[in-house]
Each structure stands twice: as C-alpha cells, then as structure tokens.
C-alpha cells in the first residue's frame, strides 16, 4: 500500500494546528472563560489520551521493559514518584536559589516584560519592524542602509501609531530623525536608532510596541509558596522547577530498599513548574509543564560511555514513536549554554525536532546532560548525609557520576501534534492527523453505516470486543463521509464499518487513515488485524 509523501514542517501552519487542538478537543487555553492566562494550558479528552499515550509509551519501554544496554543485557531502571513541594534546602543545594535565572528586559512604554535572549527573534516575527523597513524604503538584510527620512516621518504621522506606539520615532519625530544620521549600518542599527529618545544611549526596541527596552535583569524561575498558616521567610518553599532533584534526594533509598548495583536508573514523570519570561509558541515553553526524566548513576570511568548510549537511544526512540529521521537532530550546547551541573568538556547534547515555528532550524525536545556527581556531592555537603556507593565488583567507594536523559512530556505531544498535522486539500476535512498508532487517541473506529437494519447492534458487539484491547470509538451519527473527517482530525488509523454486506458475508469495510485504501475483511479478523498492526 503506498504511503503519502509528508508535508514539511514549514508548510504547516500553527494558526490551523492550534484551532484544530482547540476545535477537536486536544488542547484548551486554561481558565479559557476568564480570558485565559499567560503560559497555562488545559488537555482535553484527546490531549489527554495522547499525553498519556507517550506517557505510557515512555515508562514502558524504560521502566517496564528496559531497553538492552552497550552489553546486550537489559537496563536496571525502577521508577520514582516524587513530592513537587520539596525541603527549600534543596533548592539551595542545586544551584537553583543562586543560578536559576534568565535575563529579563521591561519595556518603559508598554510594561511588557521579555526574555532577553528571545528579543532578536521576537523582533523578526513581528510586524512593526516590517513596516518600518517598508516606509524607509530600506531592505532588512541590507547593510550600511540609507534610510528614507521622509517616508519614516510620514509612517511616524500616521500608521506607526496604531502599530508601533511605543517607538521614540512616533512621540518624538522630529528630533529622532534628526539624532538618527544619514547611513546606520544595519537593520538591527536602524530599528535601534527609531527605538531610542533623543538624547540616550542606543535602545533595544520592544518586538510589540516599539518602545525602549530596559537593560537585563535576572530575574529567577521558580514558583515561590508558602507553606502553612504564617507566611514569613521561614515558610517559603517552591515548586519544583524539574523533576530530577527528587530523584537525587531519593537515591539513599532507593539503594536501600531495592538491590539494585550502580550502573542503574531512576526514571520519574511528573509537573513542573517554570515561571518563563515570555512562554510561547503554545504549549512549547509553558509555566506548567511535564517532564519525563531518567538519572542514570554510574562509575566515573563509565559515564562517556553512557553518555554516548543514551544520546543514541533516546534519538531512536522518538523516531520509534513517528517523528521523522530528517526532523530530528542531536546538538551538542555551546559553552556559553551550559547548565550549573554539566561536566566540563562533556556537556549536553539536545535532542532537537524541526517544529513548523522554528523550521527550517530546531527547537530543543529532550537534554541528555552530563551531570557528573554533581547534584550528590552537593547534596552531602549540605545535608550531610553520605551518597557514596560501595562497588562490590571493583572493591571500591565512590560518588557515582550521572547521565541525565530530560525529555518534555508536554513538549513531547506538540512534536507528535506538529508531526502528525497533515494539509490534505482533497479530504473533505482538508487535514488529518497522523499519528503512530502507538501513540493515537482513538486506535480503532467502529460506524455501523446507517443505524437500522441489524447494523448497530452488530456495530456495538464489534465495539465492544475491540474496546477492552484498543482505544475504539463507536459513532452511529450523520453520514458516514462526516465520521471519516471527524476519525481523519482525531488521526484514527483505522477505521471499520459494518454494511449490508456484513449481514450476508460477515466482511467489513478497513479503511486505512493515511493511504485511503479500503479493504473488506472478515469480522473475525478484525482482532488479528489490530493485533498485526498495533
Ligand atoms: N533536569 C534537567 C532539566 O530540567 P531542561 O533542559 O531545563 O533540563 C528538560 O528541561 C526538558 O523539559 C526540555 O528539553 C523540554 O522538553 C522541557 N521543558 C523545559 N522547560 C519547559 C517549558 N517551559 N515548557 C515546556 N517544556 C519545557
């Protein structure tokens, strides 16, 4: 059966993926009634059985069924489900009291707060600086630009103050143009010039209004709270940031409770919660979000080799669950990136996925760091209990090194969304998702083709033998081309549907998702088909 070519990533668009999320129930805005909130999301019924889905997929082929190491022998790995309000202590021993922070810049006009690192990028997605560059006549990959001081002024007089109100430019023309001079160098140098009051050092322009941005600030990422009646310093605690420190307080006991021997996994899925500058790209960078960690602790003189293994493995697996080889890439940080914890000269790889907002580029989906003993060393400095481990095999203590593969669980289902999302114009939904099965909301869809004449009682026993194996749906409403489009948005790959036929030769009609295809098969094959195929 031949597949259909896919779509790529820059042709999909996220104004039609996020309507879709919302219109056919994967993902709402939170608190949508009360105007929503910045940075929080709701998973509908299908959201969340996708999310659970790679949830499941997730623990299952790490903690259930471990995959083979370098050795051929499967992984020790045992799962973890930590407190999300910790001793603050904690906080204080990981580096994220001291060094959780991100750059963070206000804009004096508008009040808006960014991500210093963020502005660049959010200043070419924009529309003002367009315009800007349209009414001085000037290309924006251009050097040593002369700009048009007449058309600036005008667009100053007019358009500029519905879209770029904060620019110095429009409160103060005259005299900006004046300070701006003949030639400016760059765009960037331009946008600078039309952002800064006369009179003061060169601004970073707004990406939303225009105005002048202050200078960096750090500004630290946890969610601060209290804990109990009286709210002084003494009760502050936080939520977790990540999920790891759980297991790096838990380790002890995991050793003493579970027999396990270095080299081994703690593996946990749960929340976290970043208080990000500017969330964006919607459920990309969230204030809530999960994620789905393994600390691996082995010895020192193993750790490169487990770096390599992990790196590998956990490329293959997302590829396992849909994402294509060619959106997927495995980018070693730069220095100047680096985590607090990572290990000098070893570092972080990401692994990263082409979404449609960073196309043709890559946006980070899972970090598999080099934490060496880090986390444990600073762990029994500060609250003086031991991490060491005793070696049997090689008669030897040590603090055992980790490797931390951290992928996003929310992250994770916007990869599995954006690669499913599929444009097809001649499908009567004009789009359809397409997911691995593994991973698909609704696996199975079972429509009696009208609803008389023994269909939907023979539709229900077909629905209710499938149901307890396979997520299946049994839809009896409107015609059946309506029910296709509704499976092809929700991305059910099969779909079975009982005819008059079914009541002489007891054969149903398969139709294939992705390819179209239609086939009849006997009714009593259909367990056998799923089984084959799922
Ligand atoms: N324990 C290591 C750690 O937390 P990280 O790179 O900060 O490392 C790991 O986060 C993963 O968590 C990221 O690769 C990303 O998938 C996800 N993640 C981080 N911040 C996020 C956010 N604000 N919204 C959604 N997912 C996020």
């Given at each position: 059966m031949s597949e259909p070519a896919t779509v790529p990533?820059?042709?999909?668009?996220m104004d039609e993926l996020v309507a879709l999320c919302k219109r056919r129930g994967f993902i709402f805005p939170a608190s949508e009634v009360y105007g929503g909130i910045n940075g929080f999301w709701d998973y509908g019924p299908l959201g969340t059985d996708l999310k659970n889905n790679l949830r499941d997929a997730w623990w299952n082929d790490l903690v259930r069924s471990p995959p083979a190491g370098p050795d051929g022998q499967p992984l020790s790995l045992v799962g973890l489900d930590s407190s999300?309000?910790?001793?603050?202590r904690v906080w204080e021993a990981s580096g994220h009291v001291g060094g959780f922070n991100d750059p963070m810049q206000t804009c004096r006009q508008c009040k808006k707060l960014f991500r210093a690192d963020h502005v660049p990028d959010m200043l070419s997605e924009s529309d003002w600086p367009k315009a800007a560059a349209d009414a001085a006549g000037v290309?924006?990959?251009?050097?040593?630009l002369t700009p048009d001081v007449d058309g600036l002024r005008k667009w100053a007089q007019r358009k500029a103050k519905k879209?770029?109100?904060?620019l110095a430019l429009v409160r103060d023309p005259d005299n900006v143009l004046t300070a701006m001079g003949s030639s400016l160098g760059s765009f960037a140098g331009l946008l600078a010039a039309l952002a800064t009051p006369p009179g003061e050092e060169a601004a970073t322009p707004c990406?939303?209004?225009g105005g002048d941005l202050t200078a960096p600030r750090q500004f630290n990422l946890m969610f601060e709270t209290f804990v109990g009646a009286v709210r002084n310093e003494d009760a502050r605690a936080y939520l977790r940031p990540e999920t790891a420190q759980g297991i790096f307080l838990n380790y002890r006991n995991v050793l003493d409770t579970m027999r396990?021997?270095?080299p081994f996994g703690i593996a946990q899925i749960g929340k976290a919660f970043r208080n990000e500058v500017t969330p964006r790209n919607f459920i990309f960078r969230s204030r809530e979000f999960e994620q789905m960690e393994v600390e691996w602790f082995c010895h020192p003189n193993d750790a490169q080799t487990w770096y390599e293994f992990w790196c590998a493995h956990r490329r293959e697996w997302w590829q396992g669950l849909g994402l294509s080889a060619e959106n997927l890439y495995l980018r070693s940080h730069d220095a100047d990136e680096l985590a607090h914890y990572a290990k000098d000269g070893c570092g972080t790889y990401d692994i990263e996925y082409r979404f449609p907002f960073t196309a043709p580029g890559y946006g980070e989906l899972e970090g598999v760091a080099h934490r060496s003993d880090f986390d444990l060393r600073q762990h029994q400095e500060h609250s003086g209990t031991k991490m060491e481990y005793f070696d049997q095999e090689r008669n030897e203590r040590y603090i055992p090194h980790v490797i931390e593969p951290s992928a996003g669980l929310s992250r994770g289902v916007l990869a599995l969304l954006c690669e499913a999302f599929t444009p097809d114009p001649e499908r009567p939904s004009k789009v359809y998702m397409r997911f691995h099965p593994r991973v698909a909301p609704i696996q199975a869809a079972v429509f009696?083709?009208?609803?008389k004449d023994g269909m939907p009682e023979v539709a229900a026993k077909l629905y209710n033998d499938l149901r307890g194996t396979w997520k299946t749906q049994l839809d009896v409403k409107q015609t059946i081309g309506k029910r296709y489009a509704r499976m092809d948005e929700a991305g059910t790959p099969f779909c079975f549907t009982i005819d008059g036929d079914t009541l002489q030769d007891q054969t149903v009609t398969v139709r294939h998702r992705d390819s179209l295809q239609q086939e009849r098969i006997g009714i009593d094959r259909v367990r056998e088909f799923l089984t084959e195929r799922l």
């Amino acid at each position: 059966m031949s597949e259909p070519a896919t779509v790529p990533p820059a042709d999909k668009s996220m104004d039609e993926l996020v309507a879709l999320c919302k219109r056919r129930g994967f993902i709402f805005p939170a608190s949508e009634v009360y105007g929503g909130i910045n940075g929080f999301w709701d998973y509908g019924p299908l959201g969340t059985d996708l999310k659970n889905n790679l949830r499941d997929a997730w623990w299952n082929d790490l903690v259930r069924s471990p995959p083979a190491g370098p050795d051929g022998q499967p992984l020790s790995l045992v799962g973890l489900d930590s407190s999300i309000i910790q001793n603050p202590r904690v906080w204080e021993a990981s580096g994220h009291v001291g060094g959780f922070n991100d750059p963070m810049q206000t804009c004096r006009q508008c009040k808006k707060l960014f991500r210093a690192d963020h502005v660049p990028d959010m200043l070419s997605e924009s529309d003002w600086p367009k315009a800007a560059a349209d009414a001085a006549g000037v290309d924006p990959a251009g050097t040593e630009l002369t700009p048009d001081v007449d058309g600036l002024r005008k667009w100053a007089q007019r358009k500029a103050k519905k879209v770029a109100p904060g620019l110095a430019l429009v409160r103060d023309p005259d005299n900006v143009l004046t300070a701006m001079g003949s030639s400016l160098g760059s765009f960037a140098g331009l946008l600078a010039a039309l952002a800064t009051p006369p009179g003061e050092e060169a601004a970073t322009p707004c990406p939303a209004c225009g105005g002048d941005l202050t200078a960096p600030r750090q500004f630290n990422l946890m969610f601060e709270t209290f804990v109990g009646a009286v709210r002084n310093e003494d009760a502050r605690a936080y939520l977790r940031p990540e999920t790891a420190q759980g297991i790096f307080l838990n380790y002890r006991n995991v050793l003493d409770t579970m027999r396990v021997k270095v080299p081994f996994g703690i593996a946990q899925i749960g929340k976290a919660f970043r208080n990000e500058v500017t969330p964006r790209n919607f459920i990309f960078r969230s204030r809530e979000f999960e994620q789905m960690e393994v600390e691996w602790f082995c010895h020192p003189n193993d750790a490169q080799t487990w770096y390599e293994f992990w790196c590998a493995h956990r490329r293959e697996w997302w590829q396992g669950l849909g994402l294509s080889a060619e959106n997927l890439y495995l980018r070693s940080h730069d220095a100047d990136e680096l985590a607090h914890y990572a290990k000098d000269g070893c570092g972080t790889y990401d692994i990263e996925y082409r979404f449609p907002f960073t196309a043709p580029g890559y946006g980070e989906l899972e970090g598999v760091a080099h934490r060496s003993d880090f986390d444990l060393r600073q762990h029994q400095e500060h609250s003086g209990t031991k991490m060491e481990y005793f070696d049997q095999e090689r008669n030897e203590r040590y603090i055992p090194h980790v490797i931390e593969p951290s992928a996003g669980l929310s992250r994770g289902v916007l990869a599995l969304l954006c690669e499913a999302f599929t444009p097809d114009p001649e499908r009567p939904s004009k789009v359809y998702m397409r997911f691995h099965p593994r991973v698909a909301p609704i696996q199975a869809a079972v429509f009696p083709l009208v609803n008389k004449d023994g269909m939907p009682e023979v539709a229900a026993k077909l629905y209710n033998d499938l149901r307890g194996t396979w997520k299946t749906q049994l839809d009896v409403k409107q015609t059946i081309g309506k029910r296709y489009a509704r499976m092809d948005e929700a991305g059910t790959p099969f779909c079975f549907t009982i005819d008059g036929d079914t009541l002489q030769d007891q054969t149903v009609t398969v139709r294939h998702r992705d390819s179209l295809q239609q086939e009849r098969i006997g009714i009593d094959r259909v367990r056998e088909f799923l089984t084959e195929r799922l």
